[in-house]
């Protein structure tokens, strides 16, 4: 760090998990490599549109409890995700827009509300080293991020800005009457989600399931099952009605992948996530169609899941429209911040 570069951010209060996140460490699972990466992949896509950076660029992620951060320069920054109802000066700031804030800023977080994970963007690159890729927080192996762990008291973070700048409000050299300055537009509503009912997620079934007992796929179906404490970014743990699957003593273990749904001896299910475990020896019923990523990554414990059969080609044909009404909101939000330095 230069003079001319100081640390933009310091952590003044790390929050209860904050790392940094990009899309993952993709093609390393073979090598017993997890994943790991933003648990939220459509939410750290829009942040980074809203801040002009491109959709897998590294973004700050906290979960169920936000950090405090001191901003030394003056930046452009946007937040997705749960909603942490994140402040300056005691005034909120406004989820899914872009804001600028001013050197000497203090951001500081509550706790998650409408979901588990949020996504803070910061215009520019953040200065940290790759491995095998990817800056994403690797806390089981110990890399990626700041020292493969997640945040303390006192860490700093230098983003830099691109040698050609294009920062969303790059002519606003000064606040106004708030600690702050945003668009009147944003998207805040658009991946939060709700669980006033069950939220429902859909799964393609595998052998196990198809070869299960009518029982077993009857109970399965009919419940509701209620997300643990005690779930992770390695797994969602469910709690309800119990699952009975022979377990094969001496069974080879398996690749799992991105929302797995794993049947442990104490039946109740197991949906894997982010920092998953590569290969698993228990029983795989199922994996939870990538369409609902959001939805299951973003439920809270207590929040109550129910499982509908779908299969691989309806899963994909809702997943390329997905896929494709976010490519047109991320057109729409880059023409949009276009227009603010016109």
């Known amino acids: 760090m230069t003079a001319t570069q100081p640390p933009l951010i310091e952590i003044l209060n790390p929050g209860l998990l904050t790392t940094i996140q990009d899309k993952g460490r993709l093609g390393w699972q073979e ?45 452009v920054i946007a937040f997705t995700g749960a909603d942490f109802s994140f402040t300056i000066d005691d005034v909120p700031l406004p989820h899914g827009r872009p804001i600028k804030i001013f050197a000497g800023s203090i951001l500081k977080g509550g706790r998650s509300y409408r ?18 890729g990817s800056v994403a927080t690797d806390t089981g192996n110990h890399f990626g991020g700041i020292a493969g762990r997640k945040f303390k008291t006192s860490d700093t973070i230098l983003v830099r800005e691109p040698s050609k700048s294009c920062a969303p409000f ?20 658009l991946f939060n989600v709700v669980t006033h009912e069950d939220t429902l997620l859909r799964f393609i079934p595998s052998k196990r399931w198809i070869d299960s007992a009518d029982r077993t796929r009857k109970t399965f179906l009919a419940s509701a099952y209620q997300v643990s404490s005690q779930s992770n970014r390695m797994g969602i ?60 990554v973003q439920a809270q414990p207590g929040d109550s899941l129910r499982f509908l059969k779908t299969s691989l080609a309806d899963a994909q044909e809702v997943l390329i429209r997905e896929r494709n009404a976010i490519k047109d909101l991320v057109r729409t939000i880059t023409n949009r911040l276009q227009e603010l330095n016109l």
């Open 31 to 75: 090598q017993g490599v997890s994943v790991s990466g933003a648990a939220d992949l459509n939410s750290m896509m829009v942040a980074n549109s809203l801040v002009g950076n491109d959709g897998d660029a590294p973004v700050i992620e906290f979960v169920m409890l936000a950090p405090t951060l001191f901003f030394s320069r003056d930046c």
């Open 115 to 132: 979901g588990v994970y949020g996504y803070l963007s910061i215009y520019g690159v953040v200065c940290v080293d790759k491995v095998m």
């Open 170 to 189: 790059k002519n606003v050299k000064s606040r106004g009457l708030l600690p702050f300055v945003s668009t009147n537009w944003g998207v805040k509503d």
């Open 237 to 296: 743990r469910l709690t309800g009605e119990k699952i009975e699957i022979e377990q094969i003593k001496l069974q080879p273990s398996e690749p799992v992948v991105m929302g797995t749904i794993q049947i442990p001896p104490n039946g109740q299910p197991i949906v894997l996530s982010v920092d998953r475990q590569t290969i698993g020896g228990y029983p795989s019923i199922g994996v939870v169609a990538s369409i609902d990523r959001t939805k299951l």
